[in-house]
């Protein structure tokens, strides 16, 4: 039974315009988390916080004081948002979402409406316009990251229990509004935002409000795009409303998790945000645990393109703004797979063909091409294909050799084998099907 909604989602599937169209279209994107919590890198006084380096103000070990006054020796001397543009456009990466705000409420731009901003640390600039300006310049979109939540607001609250609390919280919400009016207006490049810290019963309980500002925002700032972290329905819902529609451009919930088949994604457009180490997104001086290896990144990459969605790799800088060697190493292998493969990432969607041991299948949007990134080749050598109802595949080469067409080795059910050798690889590769419309004969039909 359908409710009736105020607040529940305005459109139902898939955003139609052309700004989405290019949101789609993307692959593989950068998130960059830098902030205060860079300076500590999860440590202090030589004890490490085993959580997420850049929630380490709420670590029992960690003085608000000590923290709230570390934005005093913020100065990042070595950061250059042309190196760090440069670097992402050599990785092949489309868009960056970049940590205007974090939880602990120090924003990276001078906001007008609180004091704790780059503006009164040592470094003084602006670092949100000098990304904004570096990335948009190497063509790179750029979406800007705002955590609602705000550690650092004495107005905020999780939750709404007395009227003190609501009248903080309307404060607070003017506040939010405040800051996201002067990101738009300072920042018209922004094809997005990317909010976080939306979780809490306050935010929940502010259904209407997330509405209307969604609107506004939208308003000031035609085709924005803006994920399902961000609105609440009349009930509390989030991501989906109480008839279990997507409320936001596209779903946002794949943190540091992909999804496991078509199914898992609803229709929906959707990115999946995964940090380099298993987990924390701001700089963390040890890393702990197992991080991933260029060919585990351009795995997740490929899956994610595979079942219609962008994947969106974290990068947290140090405090001067250099990056650590092996994000640098990542960056440099992935986009040296990018140069000569990214045919079969950008502008790609899903091909509803049946998965293959081997790897993933990728679909170029508009025209009769599939790509098989090829992961996994079995010890026989032989990779089978079972292409989709009515497709026939018309020939088969490898992206790197156009010219030399693969055989294909009919078998029955309208699938085929492609004989490669079965040894001596050490990354993934491409082959190349060309398609078209038709079908197998049937072994009764031949
Ligand atoms: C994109 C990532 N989202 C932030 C986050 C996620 N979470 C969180 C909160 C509740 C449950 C699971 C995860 N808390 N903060 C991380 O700090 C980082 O910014």
């Known amino acids: 039974q359908t409710k009736v909604l105020q607040h529940g989602a305005h459109r139902v599937g898939k955003r139609t315009d052309a700004e989405m169209a290019t949101w789609r279209g993307y692959g593989l994107g950068q998130f960059i988390h830098w902030g205060v919590y860079s300076l500590f890198g999860g440590e202090l006084n030589g004890n490490y916080y085993n959580g997420a380096a850049e929630w380490i103000r709420s670590w029992k070990d960690m003085p608000h004081g000590v923290y709230d006054s570390a934005y005093k020796q913020f100065n990042p001397a070595s950061f250059n948002a042309t190196q760090w543009a440069k670097m992402a456009k050599q990785m092949g990466v489309r868009y960056v979402t970049f940590t205007t705000k974090h939880h602990d409420g120090f924003c990276l731009w001078p906001s007008k409406y609180t004091d704790y901003t780059i503006a009164n640390s040592p470094y003084k600039k602006d670092i949100v316009k000098q990304v904004v300006d570096a990335y948009s310049k190497e063509g790179i979109d750029v979406y800007l990251y705002f955590s609602v939540m705000d550690w650092h607001n004495p107005d905020w609250r999780y939750d709404l229990k007395t009227k003190e609390d609501s009248a903080a919280f309307e404060r607070f919400k003017l506040f939010t509004k405040n800051q996201l009016t002067e990101l738009l207006q300072q920042y018209p490049q922004t094809k997005g935002l990317w909010f976080d810290g939306t979780w809490d019963n306050s935010w929940k309980k502010s259904g ?150 081997w790897g993933y299948y990728t679909k170029k949007t508009g025209e009769n091409k599939v790509y098989m990134i090829v992961f996994n080749v079995p010890v026989s050598g032989s990779l089978k294909i079972k292409p989709a109802k009515n497709t026939l595949v018309d020939k088969a080469y490898l992206l790197t050799a156009p010219g030399k067409n693969l055989s294909l080795e009919k078998l029955d059910y309208g699938a085929s084998f492609i004989h490669v050798s079965s040894t001596g690889y050490k990354q993934p590769f491409v082959i190349v099907l060309e398609t078209k419309e038709g079908s197998e004969k049937s072994d009764e039909q031949k």
């Open 208 to 357: 209407a409000f997330t509405d209307t500002l969604e609107q506004y925002l939208k308003t000031l700032h035609p085709g924005l795009i803006i994920g399902s972290r961000f609105r609440a329905d009349e009930f509390g819902n989030r991501h989906v409303d109480a008839n279990g529609v997507l409320m936001g451009d596209y779903e946002q919930g794949w943190e540091r998790k992909i999804p496991k088949t078509y199914a898992d994604v609803h229709g929906n457009d959707w990115d999946c945000v995964m940090t380099i180490p298993e987990n924390g997104w701001g700089y963390q001086k040890k890393w702990l645990g197992h991080w991933k290896s260029t060919n585990e990144i351009l795995e997740m990459t490929a899956q994610c393109v595979s079942l219609g969605g962008n994947f969106v790799l974290n990068f947290g800088p140090r405090a001067d703004g250099t990056f650590r060697p092996e994000e640098v190493t990542i960056a440099k292998e992935a986009g040296d797979w990018m140069k000569i493969n990214s045919a079969a990432i950008y502008n790609c969607e899903y091909t509803g063909w049946e998965k293959q041991d």
